[in-house]
């Protein structure tokens, strides 16, 4: 059981009188008036069945701390660990005791265990707060969509057969390791790395050629695989280790078989694969195609957030597929109503989420302005605006822009560094944890 925080705070903490170690004693304060939310966060941490026994380590508040350091340093694991033991600002902010020097792998433990949903919550209750408390203001906001990448490179058919190749075969090989049974299998990594890399730099006709032999060897691994986990699953004790390494495999296999049906289906059959159907990594399957007009074709995730005047995020959410931005008008103003029991006086959004429709429900809620940076055939009067209001409140819409900019340069925000699905969604979330603390910290140091 971790201790929530270390009542009794140091006469030791010694801050920087730089300007950024100003900023961090002002954001120490105001966590400090946020405690509440380390009892939500222990109930991820906390391991109920283990006994108060051993060293303390690191407390709840310690752990929160480091997080919110790491996303706003934008630094690894390792990094992060020789900062907190070199910097007396760093540790007078995370409030370690003198004894204590987490390394990479404490820091790593700790930290991923937070939940993104957990992580979400504090997000709500603190703005929740904040706007109870006069920080935040629901007088206007700005809706916008932007797209988080994953970490992945490009991906193309080849490479993705040769990455489940690769992975499948490594793992045949750590089988004697696990069980002590040899599994006699050919290696087949060193021709499917040649055969992708001659099919990536390929004209389109030996293309066509080359994807066959390819596709051979992927059904060589394949088969290879089957008889790994007939043996694997025969073991008469089967280990934690044993267990993780069938459903790894098992997993990998199944993804793989998807990659080959769409290259199938795609070089093949002359099918245009539909994005939702498509694996583009078997690392992060997770992953959409997102495509925003006649930009560049995106991989990651779509999310959509309002920021008010200040340009404290009110409302985020990342969403599955690529859902038009219309369909995403509404949830932000049902999120408001819920989380703040008060609607926005008036709302400007992108050109992208004009409709009628939208104008109609936003105004039978009572909202004055629904304001489209682009009109659509929209009237001014249909609206509730003059031409004056509508030019004002489309200069306001801008800003978001700004936020939007903020948030993916300095906190890292234009790419989701976690693996997983859920380390995805929690990076981007303790991003837009520390982006509203920092900016409220700037508001109150001046």
Known sequence: MRETRIAQASIFENYSKHEFGNRLRSLSDLLDQHVEVLDIIGEDINNK????????????????????????????????????????????????????????????????????????????????????????????????????????????????????????????????????????????????????????????????????????????????????????????????????????????????????????????????????????SIFEPHTDVIVKGFREVQYGHKVNLSTEGNGFITCFSIEDGNPSDKDLFMPVLDFHQKNFDKLPGAVVCDGGYASKENVTKGRNLGIKHVVFHKRVGISYHAMGVKIKTFKKLRNFRAGVEGNISELKRAFGVGKARWKGHDGFKAFVWSSVISYNLMRLARLESG
């Open 49 to 280: 069945s283990v006994t108060h026994v051993g060293r303390n380590g690191l407390t709840l508040e310690n752990i929160f701390r480091c997080l919110l350091l790491k996303q706003y340093l934008q630094v690894s694991y390792k990094q992060l660990s020789f900062h907190l033991s070199d910097s007396s600002t760093y540790r007078a902010f995370t409030r370690l005791p003198a004894h204590l020097a987490p390394s990479k792998s404490a820091l790593q433990a700790t930290i991923r265990c937070i939940k993104p949903e957990t992580l979400q919550l504090v997000h709500n209750l603190m703005s929740s707060t904040w706007y109870k408390n006069g920080h935040l203001s629901l007088d206007k906001i700005r809706i916008d969509s932007t797209v988080v990448l994953s970490d992945i490179t490009p991906p193309s058919d080849s490479q993705l057969l040769n990455d489940g190749v690769r992975v499948l075969s490594r793992n045949l090989a750590k089988l004697r390791d696990i069980t002590g049974y040899k599994l006699r299998f050919t290696d087949q990594r060193k021709k499917s790395k040649s055969l992708a890399f001659k099919i990536f730099n390929a004209k389109v006709a030996l293309k066509e050629a080359l994807y066959p032999d390819l596709l051979n060897l992927v059904a060589i691994v394949i088969k290879q695989v089957d008889r790994g986990l007939l043996q694997a699953k025969a073991c008469s004790v089967v280990s934690n280790s044993l267990q993780k390494w069938i459903d790894d495999v098992d997993r990998f296999r199944d993804l793989t078989l998807k990659v080959v049906d769409q290259t199938q289906r795609r070089i093949f059959c002359d099918e245009k694969v539909p994005a939702s159907e498509k694996i583009v």
